[in-house]
């Protein structure tokens, strides 16, 4: 964690969304060094409360690194940020020669696309005007999808991986069958399985399946989640399938995940939401503790509607 982090309540400029915004991002580096989205969301946030140098730190970072991948098309979008701070920072100065030079020794070509890198956000990134929900009768069909097979993969791969015992597995086969069988509304995942169980370390599990699947992991206890945020997927979608935006940072959404290897589901909420998304993983507990916080939002409407 960068040392100029400072409180949420110090006043600077962008509030403590910008610093939760920080702390989160950060957090996927130590996990993915070479994020895109996470370069480019820690530059704007930095900005934003003030903190030139920092910025131009991460803006220099991703330029160099899109040029390293041989991306000189997504490292020119970002010469218009980049040149203030080549005035007086050496290494900002470095990069834009760079990738000026590499375009001009790449012309003729066509124009560039437009980089795959986040734009720049308003001045409250996190909370832009989002757009209505999706069709609900969309969420209702993946919904009906059931995730058992999912997560009986997800227990397996953590057996293969000698991460959990045969018993163990046997137990958490066991347990989620039973529990998808059931009528409650409830999360069937290995997660929770684990939790209720008491069968392992979980927070030694959580930490094989980020490194694992590249997903970081996040404290959700640490956001102030928004009703236009959580509204954008249905209560009964986020519980059935262990899914929660929690978080939007410009065009893209946070979402947080409980199988962090359900690349279908990453697919399908994609596809809903018609936007980018950032997934993570987080503690179970976590993850009962924000769905009961939306929980008390809908009550709050119904109560207020009355």
Same mark, same amino acid.
């Given at each position: 964690?960068?040392?100029?982090?400072?409180?949420?309540?110090?006043?600077?400029?962008?509030?403590?969304?910008?610093?939760?915004?920080?702390?989160?991002?950060?957090?996927?580096?130590?996990?993915?060094?070479?994020?895109?989205?996470?370069?480019?969301?820690?530059?704007?946030?930095?900005?934003?409360?003030?903190?030139?140098?920092? $910025?131009? &730190?991460?803006? +220099?970072?991703?330029?160099? @690194?899109?040029?390293? /991948? =041989?991306?000189?098309?997504?490292?020119?979008?970002?010469?218009?940020?980049?040149?203030?701070?080549?005035?007086?920072?050496?290494?900002?100065?470095?990069?834009?020669?760079?990738?000026?030079?590499?375009?001009?020794?790449?012309?003729?070509?066509?124009?560039?696309?437009?980089?795959?890198?986040?734009?720049?956000?308003?001045?409250?990134?996190?909370?832009?005007?989002?757009?209505?929900?999706?069709?609900?009768?969309?969420?209702?069909?993946?919904?009906?999808?059931?995730?058992?097979?999912?997560?009986?993969?997800?227990?397996?791969?953590?057996?293969?991986?000698?991460?959990?015992?045969?018993?163990?597995?046997?137990?958490?086969?066991?347990?989620?069958?039973?529990?998808? $069988?059931? &009528?409650?509304? +409830?999360?069937?995942?290995? @997660?929770?399985?684990? /939790? =209720?169980?008491?069968?392992?370390?979980?927070?030694?599990?959580?930490?094989?399946?980020?490194?694992?699947?590249?997903?970081?992991?996040?404290?959700?206890?640490?956001?102030?989640?928004?009703?236009?945020?959580?509204?954008?997927?249905?209560?009964?979608?986020?519980?059935?399938?262990?899914?929660?935006?929690?978080?939007?940072?410009?065009?893209?959404?946070?979402?947080?995940?409980?199988?962090?290897?359900?690349?279908?589901?990453?697919?399908?909420?994609?596809?809903?939401?018609?936007?980018?998304?950032?997934?993570?993983?987080?503690?179970?507990?976590?993850?009962?503790?924000?769905?009961?916080?939306?929980?008390?939002?809908?009550?709050?409407?119904?109560?207020?509607?009355?």
């Amino acid at each position: 964690m960068a040392d100029s982090l400072k409180k949420k309540d110090d006043g600077v400029q962008g509030g403590g969304d910008a610093w939760d915004a920080i702390a989160a991002f950060e957090q996927i580096l130590d996990v993915i060094p070479n994020d895109h989205v996470a370069l480019d969301a820690l530059a704007h946030a930095y900005e934003m409360v003030g903190d030139h140098s920092k $910025a131009c &730190e991460y803006l +220099v970072r991703l330029a160099t @690194l899109m040029i390293e /991948q =041989d991306d000189i098309e997504s490292a020119s979008s970002l010469l218009e940020k980049l040149k203030p701070y080549a005035k007086s920072n050496p290494d900002a100065a470095a990069v834009v020669t760079r990738i000026e030079k590499s375009t001009l020794d790449r012309e003729p070509q066509s124009p560039p696309v437009q980089s795959q890198v986040p734009q720049p956000v308003s001045a409250n990134p996190e909370r832009q005007s989002l757009q209505p929900p999706v069709n609900r009768e969309k969420f209702e069909a993946v919904k009906r999808t059931s995730n058992v097979a999912d997560e009986l993969s997800f227990a397996w791969h953590l057996l293969q991986s000698s991460i959990i015992t045969q018993d163990e597995y046997s137990t958490v086969a066991q347990d989620l069958t039973e529990i998808s $069988a059931g &009528e409650a509304n +409830v999360t069937v995942s290995v @997660l929770h399985v684990l /939790q =209720d169980r008491g069968l392992r370390n979980l927070e030694s599990v959580i930490a094989f399946s980020a490194r694992d699947s590249s997903t970081p992991v996040v404290s959700l206890s640490i956001f102030d989640l928004q009703k236009e945020t959580v509204s954008l997927m249905p209560l009964d979608f986020i519980i059935q399938r262990g899914a929660l935006p929690f978080e939007v940072l410009g065009s893209t959404v946070l979402i947080v995940l409980l199988n962090p290897y359900n690349k279908k589901l990453r697919d399908d909420i994609q596809m809903l939401l018609g936007k980018k998304c950032h997934f993570f993983i987080t503690l179970p507990s976590e993850f009962d503790n924000a769905v009961g916080k939306i929980k008390g939002m809908n009550e709050g409407d119904t109560e207020k509607k009355k």
